[in-house]
């Protein structure tokens, strides 16, 4: 339904004065995971303020985390750093990372980076709709795999005018 919203361009957002830190810390919450063991933070010290759709980025938060925990290895880490133009989240696990032949399609509805896997729980639609949350706020949502091994899901999300509430 939530890719039925997209594509009708109905998908709403309802904006909250929200802190960075919060955020991340109730996704980590809400689903059990904890740390230092399964997910480490790196958070600024200033823990900056986000004009956010707090429920949609806990959906793209859990959706990344969920993904390095399960096809990654622990521990996973969720860095993040503003400036007065973005505020950059980083998702990164020490798994295999992604194949290359995969990496350009992670984002395209019904993906599965392993053809074994296709009857596997989930749909293939979790990026497609993390994408979807992060595009909504007018930010970008990336993936490449880390010299060292692992993956890394990149969110930025614009500061300023650009969250104003479209409503």
Not at 86 to 108: N, S, T, W, Y
Not at 116 to 130: C, P, T, V
Request: charged share 25%; hydrophobic share 45%; net charge negative.
């Amino acid at each position: 339904m939530e890719i039925s919203r997209f594509d009708a361009g109905a998908a709403v957002l309802h904006l909250d004065d929200v802190s960075l830190r919060t955020v991340i810390h109730k996704t980590l919450q809400l689903r059990g995971w904890r740390e230092p063991g399964q997910v480490i933070t790196e958070l600024p010290e200033d823990d900056p303020r986000l004009r956010v759709d707090a429920r949609r980025i806990d959906v793209v938060l859990a959706n990344l985390i969920g993904n390095a925990l399960r096809h990654g290895a622990a521990p996973v880490t969720v860095w993040a750093t503003a400036t007065r133009e973005a505020v950059v989240i980083q998702v990164a696990d020490r798994g295999p990372g992604i194949p290359d032949d995969v990496l350009p399609h992670v984002f395209e509805r019904f993906s599965k980076a392993d053809a074994a896997r296709a009857r596997s729980e989930g749909s293939g639609l979790g990026l497609a709709i993390a994408r979807e949350n992060v595009r909504l706020h007018q930010g970008t949502l990336t993936a490449a795999n880390l010299p060292g091994g692992g993956a890394a899901f990149t969110v930025t999300l614009p500061l300023g005018p650009a969250q104003e509430d479209p409503s």
